[in-house]
């Protein structure tokens, strides 16, 4: 078959990937001059840097199955790595470690298990609320009945299970840092399960950054004959006959047999104006949270260990997560910079999205001197800011019942984005499989 992908992200890599190796005919359409979507990445040659680093944030869980198999389909299974990092929990002026490499917990069979210890030690809460706490969360890693969670808001769920206090101090934060004040009451407990129950405290990254991994799968696709058009932007699909899909393009109009569309459910709408109103009504009714990152070179450390921290929106930072990639990943590979993270989960129509990269600085500064109070603007390399408006997907009660199917009502028309991989919460492993599932039934 001649299969057109829209989108050259992990989703449409993968997919083409397969289908290339089946001996189809595929081109991959990518508006952007370079592959890898949400996990691109970007390099500081002019600084010594001989790895890229990415846009935003990312790593992988030792319980990435599907990413693991495909990494070593590709031959590269020693350029996988998992370091042992620290995430924490900032609050009341202090940042508190989660997950650590303490050495004898390591060997636990459950990693949650790790989580649920080192909640013990957090002393913000009492040690009756910090057990709740943990046995809720050890709870979580052993039903596997997520159906009857998604029935309950998240919100609802761990106020009766962790009380009051615990809940106020440790869950409602994140769940509002992650989802707004607009959203975080609808979220179900679905989602909450997800991220207990397949997480893992030791987290994996790539030889080369999550670059060199889709850069590596882009390569593999062009050496089975797929071809990867880049700054190649499609602006409308249309069924012509059985068939017969035409793709308009900024370099023309294409014809294939099958395409898969690897784009948000907004751009889905946009793309495919032929969509049938019951479809589409699905499409507009997926919410999503956009994601903002602004990315710092710094001449010293900024916290002691730390790679992940939690920032509740109660503390008042303007930020939300404070990511210090180089207390994961070694700064030799970035040419001695120590480089952070200051990341926002935002509204799509938040003003930061048209805010320039000095003014969000001047907004984001404070937020560090909070973190460490020794922290001085000079100690500022250089700087970037990047942005998603399509970065999280928000899902309400019942929400199954919401998502659309991957094969659209439109023939030889496919979705495959991050809303469709529920109840898991977006990520490389769950597009890898969810894209594998697309590329066997377009051929089927």
């Known amino acids: 078959m001649d299969i057109g992908i829209v989108g050259a992200g992990i989703t449409g890599l993968t997919a083409a990937y397969d289908l290339t190796k089946a001996g189809h005919e595929v081109t ?13 990445g970007f390099c500081d040659e002019a600084a010594g840097w001989d790895w890229p680093l990415d846009r935003f944030y990312h790593h992988w869980f030792a319980s990435d199955a599907e990413l693991i198999e495909l990494i070593q389909e590709l031959g590269a299974k020693e350029r996988l790595f998992f370091p042992w990092p620290t995430t924490s929990i900032y609050t009341q002026g202090k940042i508190y470690p989660l997950d650590s490499p303490i050495p004898w917990l390591r060997f636990l069979p459950i990693s949650q298990v790790h989580r649920a210890i080192r909640v013990l030690q957090f002393t913000p809460l009492s040690f009756v609320d ?86 590596l799968l882009a390569e593999r696709v062009q050496a089975q004959g797929g071809q990867v058009r880049l700054g190649v932007e499609v602006r409308s699909v249309r069924f012509i006959a059985e068939g017969i899909l035409r793709l308009e393009t900024a370099d023309g109009v294409v014809e294939h047999d099958r395409v898969i569309a690897t784009c948000s459910p907004q751009e889905m709408l946009r793309l495919a104006p032929g969509l049938p109103e019951d479809y589409a009504e699905k499409l507009a009714g997926l919410k999503s949270m956009g994601a903002i990152a602004l990315i710092l070179a710094l001449k010293q450390q900024l916290t002691d260990g730390h790679y992940w921290t939690n920032i509740p929106a109660s503390e008042g930072l303007p930020f939300i997560g404070l990511i210090e990639h180089t207390n994961y990943i070694s700064p030799e590979h970035y040419g001695g910079d120590h480089l952070i993270y200051c990341g926002n989960y935002l509204s799509p129509d938040h003003p930061y999205f048209g805010t320039s990269k000095e003014k969000l600085l001047e907004v984001y500064l404070p937020g560090l001197s909070a973190i460490n109070p020794d922290f001085d603007p000079g100690w500022i390399r250089e700087s970037w800011l990047f942005a998603e408006k399509y970065a999280q997907p928000v899902p309400g009660l019942d929400h199954a019942r919401n998502i659309p199917d991957l094969k659209t009502p439109i023939p030889g028309l496919w979705l495959a984005n991050m809303s469709q991989v529920y109840p898991w919460d977006r990520g490389s492993n769950y597009a890898i499989e969810m894209a594998r ?4 039934d377009v051929v089927s």
């Open 28 to 40: 991959v359409y990518e508006a952007r001059p370079y592959v890898g979507g949400l996990a691109a």
């Open 437 to 440: 599932r697309v590329a066997r």
């Open 130 to 215: 910090r057990l709740r706490v943990g046995l809720a969360a050890f709870y979580l890693t052993l039903t596997r009945n997520w159906q009857g969670l998604e029935r309950v808001s998240a919100d609802e769920w761990m106020r009766r299970a962790v009380g009051e206090r615990a809940y106020e101090i440790w869950w409602k934060p994140l769940l509002v840092s992650k989802f707004g004040e607009e959203n975080y009451r609808d979220v179900n407990m679905a989602w909450m399960w997800a991220r207990a129950y397949k997480r893992t405290a030791r987290l994996g990254y790539f030889v080369g950054g999550f670059q060199g991994f889709v850069d």
